[in-house]
């Protein structure tokens, strides 16, 4: 985060800028969007490098399940840096459900 704050902002992005109206709509795009974002992105990576061993996947991909379970969980603790937010769950639970079930109806009905 430091990085960005020291790097000079292109004059470019000002065009692009749109500041969001406090609402339910703006708060999801700015703080559970992107914690689902990172989780699918988590899942379809294991998923990549596991693509024909189909065991070792799913073990992989629970235990990044886990950890991500843990991960979110522990900051309630104030144990490391964030903020516990049960929409954050939520949304990764509709990441993950998604993802598994465009992953069953396309992916692996190919496969058999």
Do not use: H
Request: proline share 4%; aromatic share 22%; hydrophobic share 55%.
């Amino acid at each position: 985060m430091l990085l960005f704050e020291w790097m000079p902002k292109p004059s470019v992005l000002g065009m692009f800028y749109k500041p969001l109206l406090s609402s339910l709509f703006a708060g999801i795009i700015k703080y559970n969007l992107p914690d689902m974002l990172w989780f699918l992105s988590g899942i379809l990576l294991l998923r990549f490098i596991w693509f024909y061993n189909k065991k070792w996947q799913s073990i992989y991909i629970l235990c990044f399940y886990g950890i991500a379970l843990i991960f979110e969980t522990i900051q309630s603790l104030n144990n490391i840096p964030g903020t516990f937010d049960i929409m954050d769950l939520f949304f990764m639970g509709i990441g993950a459900f998604v993802e598994g079930f465009l992953y069953k109806t396309f992916i692996n009905r190919r496969l058999i």
